[in-house]
């Protein structure tokens, strides 16, 4: 007698569609391809609003859509930007793992806007590129209407963040990240490893408590012990990213103090110190850990200029 199947019923996000899945083992795969069909649709010009379903008010955009644009899709295909669009799905792990309910797609989505704006923004400083800080602010207060192919690659990148920002914690995001950016100016006039450790700890909780933040509105559950655990994550990635760049940074002027082999060792036991300790408080995310940091790593190997010249990033370990 044959054993007779169940099936399982999904509704996938908004859709008024259902899918019967006979085979759980089947759910991943058809999951991949309903993700992969958006994002195709996205990118042939259907524009995906984070926002759509939520009770609270959307925030407005303007006529043109910034990740339409090739300009916008040229930047994210940056190979030195890679590793920033893989730090979405890492903390969509660290939600799984504190089980906190949200529209993972959209979260995901929205982070992946946060991180890759992160990386150009930080490229365009330490390249000592003009107005970059005034560019920032003016887009994310007031979008342009400017065609995407005429705007800068700071401006257009934040403008495709501004899209993503909900009206509930726009003023929030703000103030945070002019209190990030005063922040990542203290490291130049840090005068020992002391000070620069301290300075670089700050940058990465105030880099990852934006990114909670941002994705705040779609939780369920607006918890802050997650909240924490961002942060102190964002703590340990930027010393980790500091220890694979010092010296590199020293050469390019952005440390003041020439560093010693022990100041080397300070960094390098602080980040241990501190990744250690996250890691024996959560040992289930410890692969999430060390992938990121292998792919920090790997990064620096990617053959473009940039990275020939040890060109300096703001990350973090959960990313």
Known sequence: MARQRRAYQYRILHSPAVIKVYNLRDLPRIMFELRSES???????????PWKGHDRTSRSSGPATTNQSAAY?????NPKYRHFDRIPSRIVRCLDYFQVGG?????????????IFIAVVDNAIDSGEPHTAETVFAHLAKPSQTSPADLCDVALITQNLAEQV?????????QQLRRLYETVGQERSAGSIEAYIEVRRVV?????????????????DE????????QNVGAVG?????????RADQRRGLVSFLPTRRDHVKLTLAA?????????????????FADAILDDVRDRFITTPESMNGERRQTQVIK
């Not at 918890?223 to 961002?230: A, G, I, K, W």
């Open 39 to 49: 994002s195709t649709r996205a990118q042939a010009g259907m524009r995906l609003n």
């Open 73 to 77: 899709g040229r930047i994210v295909g």
């Open 103 to 115: 529209d993972r797609i959209t979260v995901a989505r929205i982070l992946r806007a946060y991180y």
């Open 166 to 174: 909900h009206d509930t914690v726009g003023l929030t995001f703000g």
């Open 204 to 220: 990465g909780t105030l880099t990852a408590d934006l990114s909670y933040i941002l994705i705040s509105p779609l939780l369920k």
């Open 223 to 230: 918890e802050q012990t997650v909240r924490l655990f961002m």
């Open 238 to 246: 930027c010393l980790i990213d500091s220890v694979i760049d010092l």
């Open 272 to 288: 241990l110190r501190q990744g250690l300790s996250i890691c024996f408080r959560h040992p289930r995310l410890a692969g999430v």
